[in-house]
Every structure is written in C-alpha cells, then in structure tokens.
C-alpha cells in the first residue's frame, strides 16, 4: 500500500520580485549617482552663461571695428550714423554710441528682459564715454557682464571692460 504522502504531488510556487535589502541598495546607488551628477549639471550651466557672455563681447568687439572701417570708409567720414546690413547704426568719433541704436543694433543683439537671445542691457547712451553695461539673463545678470564705453575722442578706441563672471 502506498501511503498518502506518497501520493501527494509537492507543487512549489516561486514568488518573483525584489527584496527590501535589494530595493535599498538600488535607491542608494541611485542617490550617489544623482549626488555627482548634479554639480556637474549646475557647472554646465555656469559654462554656457560665460561662454554666451564671451561670444557677446566677440561680437560687440567685431562690429564695432566693422562700423569704424565703414565709416572710414565713406567720404565724407561719417558724422551720424552708418548702414549696416540695412540698418542705421549711430555713431560718436567713428564708433558705435553705447546704446541700443549704436553697439547694440552693429553687433546684431537682441536685448531685454525677455529677450529670445539671453542678453539684457543697463545704462549706456549716445554721448562720447558713455558706457553700457551687456549683461547675460540668468543666475545674477549684473555679475554676468561686460562694458563698453564709447571713445572719448575720434583719436581713441572704445573701451571695453573685464568680463565680470562672479554671477553667471
């Protein structure tokens, strides 16, 4: 005779999942990735910030010596403004004024609070030694910046002020 536990048939069911101790090593690796990249994620950002504010400075830099050559150009010499790509742009002692109609307009930037290009302007003006202020919008515009002072006298160049990236 056979007994009954001979009979039974022994099914074992297997249950498919994580364990708690697997979950929390996961979650832990997960946080020491995300905790290394995130730094370097912010940098990234500071990186662009100057590097938008170097390629503003190469531009106001580039045009203004475009508009001097145009303006040298011409006979008689310029006096009020220059056209450049089919837009006025002011002048004072052969070079770009420090405004929006001037350095800005020559360069071909696009400024305001809201602007798509990224860039804000402060102070400037169409008077010789003026100086305008071309910030990059983000973190701390001011401290995101650069100048540009219009020539004192036709015998002088603009100036153009250190790169301030202590808030970019």
Known sequence: MHSKSRDKVHTTRQVGGFTLIELIVVIIVLSI???????????????????????ALGAVKGAASLAKATC???TPQCTGTVPMEGVNVTMVNTYPTA?????????????????????????????????????????DSPNCSFTYTSPIS??????????VTSGC
């Open 72 to 74: 040298l150009a011409q």
């Open 33 to 55: 990735l995300a905790a290394t990249a995130l730094p370097r994620f912010a940098n990234l950002q500071v990186q662009a910030r100057v590097a938008k504010l170097n390629a």
């Open 99 to 139: 405004d929006a109609a001037g350095i800005i307009t020559a360069a071909g930037l696009v400024v305001g609070p809201a602007s798509p290009d990224g860039y804000n302007i402060q102070g400037g003006g169409a008077a010789a030694g003026t100086p305008l202020t071309i910030m990059v919008l983000g973190n």
């Open 154 to 163: 036709a015998s002088q160049a603009p100036v153009y002020g250190l790169l």
